[in-house]
């Protein structure tokens, strides 16, 4: 199949992606097959048997046993057919193999983490290897949100206080949309990322080279965590205010709490407004922003500090 997709779907990613999408052309073209044929039929029985004079009758026609048990026996085979298939594929959908690599998924208002074994971990683009089963274990730390790859086929509600899952294994390397199909805010359509599809080779690579620190120097490495951990969705630097203060010149300035009282921003108050927002909120904003506590390790927060100062 075309690799770059049809009127109804991306292109196939995924080993169960052809599965899904026969199905689906199944359960589109029958219906269709059967409107044409029973509407077909009407009008040309209708016509067949109209009445064509003053004197003739049409035919007093009864019931036919030998009919209606074939139209009652034909449709019910083929609901059999459709429940069968769907539940095989739904099944294979659901078990992950045993040998499928972990990666922890987490979603928040408004953006997706994760988290790879060896302490990797990226924000709203999940990197895996192709040709290698890959099962999610995802959970919220807000509201309900739903993970879901179009050129994967796969879709899941990621829901606070318990864990669902979703596997998959891709069939090419590449770049692969990522989104939220639940309503979650005012943020939801930001909630967008990138599945990054590469060898074997490069993902273990790349591994390595992201399980700890980063060789850049600290502004540097900041500004990459600043779009990186997408803090740039709610904070922009121009020195407009978005969903929260701006960053411009975000570093020693007075701001204004809503308990009333007046700081100064500094380290300090960097580090606890990205461990526990909701703590210390500046006048004029919602406490909506969510805890990076678990998601950014120490020496990302001292790199972020660092960019931050650099803001001007
Ligand atoms: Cu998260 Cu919509």
């Known amino acids: 199949m075309d690799p770059n997709g049809t009127l109804f779907f991306p292109g196939q990613s995924y080993t169960i992606a052809s599965d899904v999408d026969a199905l689906f052309y199944f359960v589109l073209y029958l219906p269709i097959f059967f409107f044409i044929l029973v509407t077909g039929g009407s009008f040309f029985f209708a016509w067949k048997y109209r009445r064509k004079g003053k004197d003739t009758f049409t035919p007093g026609i009864a019931n036919h046993t030998g009919l209606e048990i074939f139209w009652t026996v034909i449709p019910t085979i083929l609901v059999f057919i459709i429940f069968v298939w769907g539940f095989k594929t739904y099944l294979t959908m659901n078990v992950p193999p045993s040998n499928a690599m972990e990666i922890k998924v987490t979603g928040q208002k408004w953006f997706w983490s994760f988290n790879y074994k060896d302490g990797a971990s990226t924000t709203n683009e999940l990197v895996v290897p192709v040709n290698e089963p890959v099962n999610l274990l995802m959970s919220s730390k807000d509201v309900i949100h739903s993970f879901f790859i179009p050129g994967f086929r796969v879709k899941m509600d990621v829901l606070p206080n318990r864990y669902t899952t979703l596997w998959f294994e891709a069939t090419e390397t590449g770049e692969f949309d990522l989104f939220c199909t639940e309503y979650c805010g005012k943020g939801h359509s930001e909630m967008i990322g990138k599945v990054k599809v590469v060898t074997e080779d490069e993902y273990n690579k790349w591994l390595t080279s992201n399980s700890g620190g980063s060789d850049l120097p600290p502004e540097q490495w900041g500004a990459e965590l600043f779009k990186g951990k997408a803090c740039f969705s709610c904070h922009i630097i121009d020195g407009n205010p978005?969903?929260?203060?701006?960053?411009?010149?975000?570093?020693?300035?007075?701001?204004?709490?809503?308990?009333?009282?007046?700081?100064?921003?500094?380290?300090?108050?960097?580090?606890?407004?990205?461990?526990?927002?909701?703590?210390?909120?500046?006048?004029?904003?919602?406490?909506?922003?969510?805890?990076?506590?678990?998601?950014?390790?120490?020496?990302?927060?001292?790199?972020?500090?660092?960019?931050?100062?650099?803001?001007?």
Do not use: C, H
């Open 242 to 312: 978005s969903v929260g203060p701006t960053f411009k010149g975000i570093f020693g300035r007075e701001e204004k709490l809503t308990n009333g009282s007046t700081i100064k921003v500094d380290e300090n108050y960097i580090r606890k407004s990205i461990l526990e927002p909701q703590a210390e909120v500046v006048v004029g904003f919602q406490p909506i922003m969510p805890t990076y506590q678990g998601v950014l390790k120490d020496d990302e927060i001292d790199a972020l500090i660092a960019y931050l100062k650099t803001v001007k």
